[in-house]
C-alpha cells in the first residue's frame, strides 16, 4: 500500500515504524488489509510463554482501534491514549486488532 501526498520539506525522522510493541516476548505476526472494510489489521502473538502488559504503538494516531476475532468479526472497542493501546497477554496466546486512520 503506497499513497502519495506530493512533496514535502523539512527533515525525516531518525526512524518510523507503523507500529512498535514495548515488549520483547510479543511479535507483530502481520499487518494487513480488512477484509470488508479499508481498517487495517494487526495481528500479534506472544512468543515465549509468558504474561504481561504490553503497549503497541503506532506511528500516527488512529481514529479507532477495535479487538476483533480471527474472523475480524465480533470487533470490541479498545482505550487508546494518543496513538498508543495497552493490554495484556498470555503465554502464546494470538490478538487481532482492527485499526483505522
Known amino acids: ?10 527533515a525525516l525522522p531518525a526512524t518510523y515504524a507503523f507500529a512498535a510493541v514495548d515488549a520483547e516476548n510479543v511479535i507483530i505476526d502481520a499487518v494487513k488489509r480488512a477484509e470488508d472494510s479499508p481498517a487495517l489489521i494487526v495481528r500479534l502473538y506472544e512468543a515465549y510463554g509468558q504474561r504481561g502488559d504490553v503497549s503497541l504503538t503506532f506511528g500516527r494516531k488512529p481514529t ?3 479487538e476483533c476475532d480471527l474472523m475480524e468479526e465480533n470487533d470490541v472497542p ?9 493490554f495484556h497477554v498470555k ?7 482492527k485499526v483505522r486512520f
Open 64 to 66: 479507532r482501534v477495535t
Open 78 to 86: 479498545v482505550t487508546m491514549r494518543g496513538a498508543t493501546i495497552r
Open 91 to 97: 503465554p502464546y496466546e494470538l490478538r487481532t486488532f
Open 1 to 10: 500500500m503506497t499513497r502519495s501526498n506530493g512533496a514535502r520539506h523539512g
